[in-house]
């Protein structure tokens, strides 16, 4: 019995490079809107959806979580959402509020 | 027994064990890191004295750090890409260019360090110091893991020791690879890019 890994399609390595430039852009966005005063009010929400969007493509298509068996995906994501809880915890227990 | 690498090792998910304890493994590894974030959020504008976080911060210089790693992240799918294929030329070039991007990741981590303790942050200075090299400094512990895993690799295929039934052994590396890929994300943005209004204005 050959296991599962061996029957899952992932991406061309074309797409691979498509996605590292994606990324890349991404970054240079993080790093540009830092540098925009204007964009102060909203720095905090635009980082966070910048990061949170690098952060799921790496987990989808780098760790091929989007195309793999889900029991992964429900195994890293019960420790995620353990972390995020126990750090909002601790943020909102300590008033910590960025 | 040479038959193992492809047969053996399933659970009675069909999925490989291996696999199920390399993802329960990041999943913990999760909860370990989010504890050092929270240290260095609950500590964050709290040192009484300095150097201040804003005052040794380099953005564009960590930028091009995160670049790095983020890049090794594409040579190390195109590695296990490659041994998919069978092809272990490629296979080599890219676990050896993974390996180079780690280690020049590590050499500005060790340098922005240096940097840090010539202008007065240390682990016992403040408590800026402290949760800053803790977090920072167990990340790269993991990086260091990292591409003594991927070297290792390199030598086995050189010495044909690597075949492409073995390919879940590059997906394991490449999945731990990418983990310290993402917990750098949150790193980069939590701990430099929410600083660096106060370091540029």
Redesign the interface.
Known sequence: ??????DIE?PS?LK??V??II??IV?AL??AV??I?AL?PV??PL??I??VG??IV??GY??HLKFD?K??TL??????I???Y??TA??VL?R?F? | MATHE??G??TT????NR??MM??F??????F???L??TY??Y?GKSVVGPYPYEVFN??YT?VS??VL??S??T???A??AI?RGDHTRLRIWLLATSILGCVFLGGQYFEFTVFVHEGVTMQGNLFGSSFFTLTGFHGLHVTFGVVILMSFFVMSLRGRLSQEQS?NI?LA??YW??V??VW??I??VIY??E??NV??
């Open positions: 019995m050959t296991t599962e890994h061996h992932h390595s691979y490079v996605i590292a990324l890349s970054t993080e790093v830092v540098y005063e102060s720095l905090l980082l966070g910048l990061s690098k952060f790496v987990v780098y760790m068996n029991l992964f195994l890293f994501a019960t420790g995620l353990l972390a995020v126990i750090l601790l943020m300590f910590v960025i | 492809t047969t090792h399933t998910t069909g999925l490989d696999k199920v993802w329960a990041i999943g913990s590894d999760c909860l890191f989010a504890s974030v929270s959020l609950l964050r953005i564009p930028s995160a670049f983020l890049m992240s594409l190390m799918v195109l296990l890409s998919q879940l997906e490449g999945l990418h983990f890929d993402i994300i949150v980069f943005t890019l929410i660096a209004p540029i204005h």
